[in-house]
């Protein structure tokens, strides 16, 4: 723990199966104008929307409608949520969904009183807003991008074909409530919530695989990888088990609310080419991680061999006994990859849409981290993605 | 994680050896009264106090003495800091010290516009303010209680023989902010630095040993074991050792800044043991947890074997081969032991000043809990508080 770094995380989170009525806590909070977001629809079916529109009736809030945010939200959704919330004078952004919902919401947040292109202010140059913010409500119905907790936003350009996330330093940016019930996340369809899962591990592997100092955030990590995985293998067999639903969700906020990052660099690789793949493809995001991930951890572990170990020792229960540090490393990613497996996962972006032809594409749309063990040339991320085929 | 619960902790920290700077962007938060609140005078001469006053006089502050605040801070010391701060219309009560200074500033907190007597209100009947409260800032000088992130307060009345901690349930009195310099802990006796040490590691397992549920907190208390017994074997050589104290410091706040227990139930049995130990020897907080807690856990393992056993395994690398659960879990016990041998804890109570006719007084001033593995009763105290002479 040598860096220093401050820490401030004030959502204010609900937790459980009878979390939804404490949004009865929080609306007072707030003026009567709430710009209602949510996705494709799901959560008419299920009953989540019923819910929660009764509940702001009931407070005597003004709904105003968004719904139709896409799995990778787009800058031209982003412009038509802006124009919502202008219209009518919308006090809060309240949504319910999945962090694409979520980094929605915080992208209209940053924008509404914006008098730039919020694209080209946030997206491309990375600033933070200089203007008035909406504040941002969350019920969350999908467990993995950790967007309920965090100032991250990621918006997909198209045209430009980038998605690029927006880590906002200020956390009046962060949701000032999100209602997490582990119960909505059990009528998510398995792939989803296999993807949420890689998603959770994902976001831990970035923060763990850079650095060599010893630090309580490692631990931290460790014990959160420990924890999903044994869930994961509950939940893709027996999906409605409360107790494994509960702890991937809860993994899932704590996974990327900046906690396991404080005083260590860190690396977003995987996140970078991901990404990347997501912009061609439109596939789900946790698959286009999973799908880079074991040939990337593959091509950089002899430049963080130490950590590579610790990873399978401490997270993989590898043993040591006899075995030179690269065996233990390569026997921790092959534990990785059965676990994987198992839970079915993409393990090449063939399968997500992509071909040879978009190698290319995809190399010159990635962008280029250095807090990892091995900073990439564009080279080596074309092998990586030929690997990934 | 099958509980449900809710987590708000707003606090922001400054941690590192530059955070002391960062009272500049705070001081401008909150009006000109500041009420200095320090212990015995060491702040004095290692400089920090002159450090502090120093930004205070830069930022045009009125500086209100409150030093003196002892070790176990008590009622009287209470009513007169709540006196200082309503003579002079204190804006801010700004701790710097170690938790005792912290809890009395809280304690003083909820007591300023309070109309009942504080003891009686918040220290007797557990009542949460309904009164407007003063904010809380801290300056860290030594790394163990967690007050520093949470809304925990404990006062000594010597006259009724009790000390007894509030957790208050409202955020608005956890500390606005906290500067965590490791550098700080570093003047601090050996004996102060491994008391702290004890009182982390004790936080955990109050809130590890309960409950037989699969929790993603029970994965995060290993972790945050794991590291504090590896940075305190460092630590207890090594003093200066800026990676080991730095861990040790944030690994304190995260023992006890609510995390840990969220979603299960939690003990606190050796708190409540050591707390009444504490009040009939006013010794060392850590070390009165330390002397009581191998009889304790001893006692209470037959009742929670199979925690006990994933202790040994998962915090002590006990290997389970050929044993059975128990002699795993007391192989676990025996590790701790040794650990605490090597840290030169205090291991009885005797040398802390407590004697046989103490006994009964003790076991009468002991808060009996119920979320251990085993509800003690009076005599059972009697036996563990004899086993620890």
Chains 1, 2 share one sequence.
């Not at 019920?139 to 993995?144: F, I, K, P, Q």
């Not at 190698?359 to 990892?372: K, R, V």
């Amino acid at each position: 723990m040598l860096g220093n770094f401050s820490y401030c995380n004030p959502t204010k989170l609900y937790f459980g199966d009878d979390s939804l009525k404490y949004l009865n806590e929080e609306l007072p909070k707030y003026g009567k104008n709430v710009q209602l977001i949510y996705g494709g629809g799901s959560i008419k079916k299920n009953g989540i929307y019923d819910q929660v529109v009764e509940t702001l009736k009931a407070q005597g809030k003004n709904i105003i409608e968004d719904g139709g945010v896409m799995p990778n939200p787009t800058v031209e959704k982003l412009y038509e949520g802006i124009e919502i919330a202008r219209k009518n004078n919308v006090d809060l952004l309240l949504a319910v969904g999945g962090g694409s919902c979520c980094d929605y919401a915080k992208a209209v947040s940053v924008s509404v009183n914006c008098k730039e292109d919020p694209w080209e202010k946030y997206y491309i140059r990375f600033e933070e807003p200089d203007c008035e913010t909406l504040p941002v409500g969350c019920v969350l119905t999908m467990a993995g991008t950790g967007s309920e907790m965090n100032a991250g936003s990621v918006i997909t350009n198209h045209k430009s074909k980038m998605k690029v996330g927006h880590v906002f330093a200020d956390e009046r940016i962060m949701p000032r409530f999100s209602i997490l019930n582990p119960k909505f996340t059990m009528t998510l369809p398995k792939r989803q919530m296999i993807a949420g899962v890689y998603d959770i591990f994902n976001h831990i592997c970035e923060q763990y695989f850079s650095g060599d100092d010893d630090n309580t955030s490692d631990y931290l990590s460790e014990a959160l990888m420990r924890s999903v995985i044994h869930s994961s293998k509950i939940a893709v067999n027996d999906p409605q088990n409360y107790e494994a639903r509960s702890n991937i969700m809860w993994t899932a906020t704590w996974a990327l609310n900046t906690l396991i990052s404080r005083g260590k660099s860190t690396d977003w690789m995987v996140h970078m080419i991901g990404q990347a793949v997501g912009a061609y493809t439109d596939a789900t995001h946790g698959m286009t991680l999973s799908a880079v991930s074991l040939p990337y951890y593959r091509y950089i572990m002899p430049y963080g061999i130490s950590k590579f170990k610790r990873f399978a020792v401490e997270v993989w229960n590898v043993s040591t006994d006899g075995k030179t540090d690269e065996q233990i490393a390569l026997e921790g990613l092959s534990e990785m990859e059965n676990w994987m497996k198992e839970l079915g996962l993409a393990l090449n972006i063939t399968e997500l849409g992509a071909n040879m032809d978009m190698i290319d594409g995809i190399a010159d749309s990635t962008l280029i981290m250095n807090g990892g063990y091995k900073v990439l040339n564009r080279d080596e991320i074309v092998e990586i993605l030929k690997k990934s085929l």
